[in-house]
C-alpha cells in the first residue's frame, strides 16, 4: 500500500496556471494582427478551433461574456496514462479560475485531485476522489461536482489532454528544460535523462513529464516537472512572429483540447476579459491526509478530506470574485465531517476517515 503524504497539500504545484495560458494565447493570437484575420490561415485557424468546442447551448454564460460579467472557468489536466488506455481516464489538475474584470484580476484555485467530493450526477450517492467525476460523467460531471464542493457556479470548462502535448511540443521545435535529477525512462525505450539543462522533443518530454514511480516526491514531483513542461511550450510560443508557426501551434492545441467555450466567445474572451490577466492570484484548497474504505476496493485508499472552514475558505473567496453574496456552506462534504467527530484536521499522522450513505 502506497505511504500516503502526512503533510497537508499546500505545495501542490499550480500547473492549471499555464494551462489557462495556453487558452489565452489562443485568443491572442487570433486577435493578434489584421494579417492573420485576413489569410486562409484564420480560416483554418477558426475551423481548428471550432473542432475544439464540445458543448451544449449556454444562453445564460454566453450572456455573461458579451455583458463583460464575472466569469468562472474549470480546468482540467487530463493524462490517460503511458499504457494506451482508451478510457476518458481521470483529471490530473483541477483548477477553478474566475474571470473579474472590473476588478482586472484573476483568481486561481488548484483543488487536490484526491479530495474526497460527491460526485453529481450519479446514478446513485457516491463520494470518492474528485479527479473520478471526469472519467465517469465527462466535463459536465467534473463541472457540476466542483460547483457543489465550493457552492459556487462554474461556467465553463477547458481540458487538456496531456497524450497531444508529443505534438504540442514538436510544434513549438522542442522544449528546454533543467532536469532535476538523472532517471531512466521506459516508455522511450530505456532513454536516460541526465541532471541538468536539456532538450527535448515531442515524445522525451511526454515522457518526462509522466515520470512518477522514480520521483522522489512522487505525484508531487511529476506535477512540478508537467508544470516545466508547459512552461517551456508557453515560453517558445510567445516568442513566434510566423504566421506558419503560429497556425501549426493552434492546430496541435487543437487535437488535445476540448471546450465548451466557441470560437467567438474566445474571441469575446479576448476582446472584453483580458484586463483580468493584469492581476492573477492563486490558492489551492488545502485538505488533510485520511484513509478511506470505499465500496470500490478491498482495500482503504489515500485521500484529502477537507474541513468546514477550508471549504468555507474557498467558497468566500471565489464568490467574491464572482459578486456573489457569502453563503454557510452546507454539502455532503460538511455533512460527512459532522458524522466523523473523532477526525482531526490539522495533525500528521495517520487516520481513517468513513463516509456515510447519506441517501
Do not use: C
Not at 483548477?95 to 474584470?101: D, E, G, K
Not at 517558445?236 to 492546430?251: I, P
Not at 490558492?283 to 484529502?304: E, M, N, V
Request: proline letters at 3%.
Amino acid at each position: 500500500m502506497e505511504k500516503p503524504s502526512r503533510k497537508y497539500s499546500e505545495k501542490r504545484p499550480r500547473k492549471g496556471h499555464y494551462v489557462l495560458k495556453v487558452l489565452l494565447l489562443i485568443v491572442v493570437v487570433l486577435l493578434g494582427g489584421t494579417s492573420l484575420f485576413a489569410s486562409k490561415t484564420y480560416l483554418d485557424t477558426r475551423h481548428a478551433i471550432n473542432k475544439t468546442y464540445h458543448g451544449k447551448p449556454n444562453r445564460k454564460a454566453d450572456k455573461r461574456i458579451k455583458e463583460r460579467d464575472n466569469l468562472s472557468i474549470l480546468i482540467l489536466g487530463i493524462d490517460t496514462g503511458e499504457e494506451g488506455r482508451i478510457d476518458r481516464g481521470n483529471s490530473d489538475t483541477m483548477i477553478v479560475a474566475t474571470l473579474n474584470p472590473n476588478k482586472k484580476k484573476m483568481q486561481m484555485v488548484s483543488i487536490p485531485r484526491d479530495t474526497a467530493a460527491q460526485i453529481m450526477g450519479a446514478n446513485e450517492f457516491k463520494m470518492t476522489k474528485i479527479n473520478s467525476a471526469y472519467n465517469l460523467g465527462g466535463s459536465e460531471m467534473a463541472k457540476d461536482s466542483v460547483a457543489s464542493l465550493l457552492n459556487i457556479p462554474v461556467n465553463y470548462y477547458l481540458t487538456l489532454d496531456m497524450k497531444g502535448l508529443e505534438k504540442v511540443v514538436d510544434a513549438v521545435g522542442g522544449v528546454d528544460v533543467d532536469v532535476p535529477f538523472t532517471f531512466t525512462s521506459e516508455a522511450t525505450g530505456g532513454q536516460t535523462f541526465y541532471e541538468g539543462k536539456r532538450h527535448l522533443d515531442g515524445n522525451m518530454a511526454l515522457a518526462y513529464a509522466r515520470m512518477r514511480h522514480e520521483d522522489p516526491e512522487g505525484d508531487y514531483g511529476r506535477q512540478k516537472r508537467q508544470q516545466q513542461v508547459i512552461k517551456a511550450i508557453l515560453s517558445k510560443a510567445m516568442s513566434f512572429t510566423g504566421v506558419q508557426h503560429l497556425s501549426d501551434l493552434l492546430n496541435s492545441l487543437s487535437e488535445s483540447m476540448a471546450t465548451d467555450i466557441s470560437f467567438d466567445n474566445m474571441v469575446g474572451l479576448f476582446n472584453n476579459y483580458r484586463s483580468a490577466a493584469d492581476k492573477i492570484s492563486s490558492d489551492s484548497l488545502k485538505g488533510q491526509t485520511a484513509w478511506i474504505q470505499t465500496p470500490d476496493y478491498d482495500f482503504p485508499l489515500s485521500f484529502q478530506v477537507v474541513s468546514d472552514e477550508e471549504l468555507q475558505r474557498i467558497s468566500d473567496l471565489l464568490r467574491d470574485e464572482l459578486g456573489l453574496e457569502k453563503e454557510t456552506i452546507s454539502n455532503a462534504e460538511t455533512k460527512e465531517n459532522a458524522l466523523n467527530p473523532e477526525f482531526k484536521f490539522g495533525v500528521d499522522y495517520d487516520q481513517n476517515y468513513v463516509i456515510q450513505d447519506l441517501n
